[in-house]
């Protein structure tokens, strides 16, 4: 896979690593908490511990790409698949993502302002409205899958 254009790509949402020996991808984005002065440090610190384990779970090892390389001369060489693993960093400045803490309510990420609000209820596991009974879902990591 010489053809890779990159092994290692910064973007402003993300940073990109590609191990082509081990056959994976991880995706590292940096968040920075907004401090509003709502909520007390030990809450924080706990709700970043929690949000960091969350998308860890329920996304790591979860999705794969499929790289396919036509000018390979081997058949066995022409295809290779990469697992994908994220990972959350957070940080205090150079942020990829800013994190609001916001009272209850409805949590959503603003794309363009790279933006993310999210509650204390979002680290639980929450019945989605209008799914089947039963059914619930992370907040904080379906919220990361807009990211």
Not at 65 to 70: E, G, P, Q, S
Request: hydrophobic share 35%; aromatic share 10%; proline share 2%.
């Amino acid at each position: 896979m010489d053809w890779l254009l990159f092994k290692h790509k910064e973007t402003s949402r993300m940073t990109i690593d590609i191990n082509v020996e081990k056959g994976t991808i991880l995706i590292t984005q940096r968040w920075r908490m907004a401090d509003r002065g709502n909520t007390s440090s030990t809450s924080i610190e706990y709700f970043k511990r929690m949000v960091v384990s969350t998308i860890q779970t329920i996304w790591n090892r979860r999705c794969f790409i499929n790289l396919i390389d036509r000018n390979a001369t081997k058949k066995e060489d022409r295809k290779k698949s990469f697992i994908l693993d994220f990972k959350i960093r957070w940080v205090t400045s150079n942020e990829h993502w800013k994190v609001y803490m916001q009272s209850e309510g409805v949590s959503f990420i603003n794309w363009i302002a790279r933006t993310i609000h999210l509650d204390m209820l979002d680290i639980k596991p929450q019945q989605k409205l209008g799914a089947p009974r039963g059914l619930e879902q992370y907040p904080v990591a379906h919220e990361f899958g807009h990211t």
